[in-house]
């Protein structure tokens, strides 16, 4: 059982290391002692990024087979799991490293296709895992509810992002070759905003929980979807004269962007990883009173 | 007593429920006392006023069928509750305080709470508080259930193992 070895310490880490990594190459660059190192710092993004997401997708996997009798939860944990492999992939293809392979990549149409490509199905399958994670909590029946000050905060997020959309015109795919580039990258956007408006749904569901390892695992979720919609809006927000969702490690804006992406990859590795712990604890309890009520009825 | 008329041989007669014999007494003696006639008189007028005032109220606070039906839940709500907390068994008591300990670090003590309630609301005890060692095992299995939905079959197979009682399979 992976879930024993990927703990959330493992993922914390994880997370801690790069972190250190990524501020440690730049340091030097910023203070004006070295130029920056851009290569081993693509080579850290992509490998970190590769490695929270395969985590995500693994743990994922192993939670889904846990729900053999909650089809809703099952199904909520395979598409999260589905959402981490697109996501995998797309670190992958989006990489900084190809730039060093072909120059321009990052910021040329292909790239924007590939990426487009990959994030609305990521997008739906983290939308439609969420809602089927609310229904399989909805159905149990233990009167969670979701709050009125909630659905206008939702909303309020909904209409942030529409609004972002409508006045935004230069989206970087906006001039792309690609007509499906075209199409596809508002669809992501506005996918988005649903989901950063989902998360509150999440939040709420935390609270009434109460502590527990279970509300942990929200708040990560929730800390993942919102984080995403906070820094796609930020960047619309703090760089008006740059195109939406364009990729530029020029300045310590960016740079700072770009690490604060990062966290989110890890963000979704921690979700899984306090979830899959959470079975991994259960099972240990199980065990040891398996063996306890053994001592006392010798078979 | 006055005139040999007790108070209670005149709110009997006032009423129309003295006997035949004390009214005959009564009236024979009205007839000529006036004292006694003012007396009885003052006393008549009163008695209707009671009685017409009674009946005002009782047509303004007339209950409508569902305040009468909240009423009356919360009457037998609060019975019951009375009526089985001291009654609940021991061993059953011990049971939910250690199944909220195992739920509570896992889900959450709110949702460990919520849990439980809602396990014996979805069983035949109906409620926490009516929930005994006959009903334990349905009660336990919507618990497990709920278990599973939130946190997994491996936990739920925690709570069924940590639920069982104490001499049973």
């Given at each position: 059982m992976l879930a024993a070895r990927i703990t959330p310490k493992v993922v914390a880490y994880g997370l801690a290391a790069e972190l250190a990594l990524l501020v440690g190459l730049y340091l030097p660059a910023a203070f004006g002692w070295s130029s920056r190192f851009r290569l081993t710092e693509a080579i850290v993004m992509t490998i970190a990024g590769v490695l929270a997401f395969g985590f995500a997708l693994v743990?994922?996997?192993?939670?889904?087979?846990?729900?053999?009798?909650a089809p809703w939860a099952r199904l909520a944990w395979l598409l999260l799991a589905a959402n981490a492999g697109l996501s995998l992939v797309k670190r992958g293809v989006g990489s900084p490293l190809f730039d060093f392979v072909r120059e321009g990549y990052r910021t040329g149409p292909l790239r924007g296709l590939l990426d487009n490509l990959l994030v609305v199905p990521a997008n739906l399958c983290l939308l439609a895992g969420l809602l089927?994670?609310?229904?399989?909590?909805?159905?149990?029946?233990?009167?969670?509810?979701?709050?009125?000050?909630?659905?206008?905060?939702?909303?309020?997020?909904?209409?942030?992002?529409?609004?972002?959309?409508?006045?935004?015109?230069?989206?970087?795919?906006?001039?792309?070759?690609?007509v499906l580039s075209r199409m596809l990258q508002p669809l992501g956007l506005?996918?988005?905003?649903?989901?950063?408006?989902?998360?509150?749904?999440?939040?709420?569901?935390?609270?009434?929980?109460?502590?527990?390892?279970?509300?942990?695992?929200?708040?990560?979720?929730m800390f993942y979807v919102l984080l995403r919609g906070v820094l796609v809006f930020s960047r619309g927000l703090l760089s008006p004269q740059l195109p939406l969702l364009l990729d530029s490690s020029s300045d310590l804006d960016e740079w700072a962007l770009d690490l604060l992406w990062q966290v989110v990859h890890w963000a979704l590795a921690m979700a899984t990883a306090y979830r899959a712990q959470l079975t991994v604890s259960a099972a240990a309890q199980l065990k040891q009173l398996r063996a306890t009520k053994a001592e006392i009825v010798p078979v | 007593m006055k005139h040999g008329i007790s108070e209670q041989e005149w709110n009997d007669y006032l009423d129309g429920r003295a006997t035949a014999?004390?009214?005959?007494?009564?009236?024979?003696?009205?007839?000529?006392?006036?004292?006694?006639?003012?007396?009885?008189?003052?006393l008549s007028c009163a008695t209707?006023?009671?009685?017409?005032?009674?009946?005002?109220?009782?047509q303004g606070l007339t209950l409508e069928d569902r305040q009468l039906h909240a009423m009356l839940r919360g009457v037998f709500s609060r019975l019951r509750t009375e009526g089985s907390a001291g009654t609940m068994h021991p061993q059953v008591q011990g049971q939910l305080?250690?199944?909220?300990?195992?739920?509570?670090?896992?889900c959450g003590t709110q949702a460990a709470a919520?849990?439980?309630?809602?396990?014996?609301?979805?069983?035949?005890?109906?409620?926490?508080?009516?929930?005994?060692?006959?009903?334990?095992?349905?009660?336990?299995?919507?618990?497990?259930?709920?278990?599973?939905?939130m946190c997994g079959d491996t936990f739920a197979n925690l709570i069924w193992e940590r639920g069982q009682l104490q001499g049973s399979n």
């Open positions: 743990l994922s996997l192993e939670v889904a087979a846990e729900y053999r009798q089927a994670m609310w229904w399989g909590f909805h159905r149990i029946g233990l009167g969670f509810r979701v709050e009125r000050r909630d659905r206008a905060a939702m909303a309020l997020i909904a209409a942030l992002f529409l609004t972002l959309l409508l006045y935004r015109e230069n989206l970087s795919q906006g001039q792309s070759p690609y506005a996918l988005l905003g649903v989901i950063s408006a989902f998360g509150l749904v999440l939040h709420r569901y935390a609270v009434q929980m109460g502590d527990g390892q279970l509300a942990r695992v929200m708040r990560w979720l | 014999a004390v009214s005959y007494r009564i009236e024979a003696h009205l007839i000529g006392c006036l004292e006694c006639w003012e007396f009885y008189e003052r209707q006023q009671l009685l017409a005032a009674c009946e005002e109220a009782r305080h250690m199944l909220h300990s195992v739920l509570a670090p896992f919520r849990a439980l309630q809602t396990a014996a609301k979805n069983s035949p005890a109906r409620s926490l508080e009516q929930v005994t060692l006959d009903n334990w095992e349905p009660f336990l299995e919507k618990l497990k259930a709920i278990a599973a939905a």
